[in-house]
């Protein structure tokens, strides 16, 4: 299937991230559209979630959630499958803990977030704290198999 530009369903105006879920749903960040829109392994659009502010990535997780970092909320969020939003957190700022366009990330195998925080110009690192809620925590990225 062709891509094009524009602002249907189906199109794009800069893709900024992509994602396969377990299922082999593809989740793209339109992040000019503000959306996220999912597509099955042939192209096909099976659903777009509105109203995301410059997403800058989009990660299906080990866990089976969907995180999300939004540039235009500074924060990141956590959907189902289904485009239910779960969990979010993250606010605006440059002191340490806060964020100014949260736009890549990676989880370590202890559960540590790092973080490209753009528009502060440095890389934070966020440690669960011990007592944490396991479904605040981000997982890592699911990496699929053949």
Partial sequence: MLFRSGSGPGQFNLIHAVSVDANHRVYTADRINNRIQIFDE??????????????????????????????GYN?????????KLLYHWGMLGAEPGQIDNPHQWMVDQAG?????????????????????????????ELVLKK
Wanted: glycine share 4%; proline share 3%.
């Fill in 112 to 140: 540590n977030l790092y973080v490209a925080d753009s528009n502060n110009d440095r890389v934070q690192k966020f440690v669960p704290r011990k007592t944490a809620d396991q479904s605040h925590v981000m997982a890592q």
């Fill in 75 to 83: 924060r990141f969020a956590k959907f189902d499958t289904n485009g």
């Fill in 42 to 71: 042939a192209g096909k659009l099976l659903d777009i979630w509105p109203n995301v502010r410059s997403a800058t990535r989009v990660v299906a997780t080990q866990d089976g959630a969907v995180w999300l970092a939004a540039a």
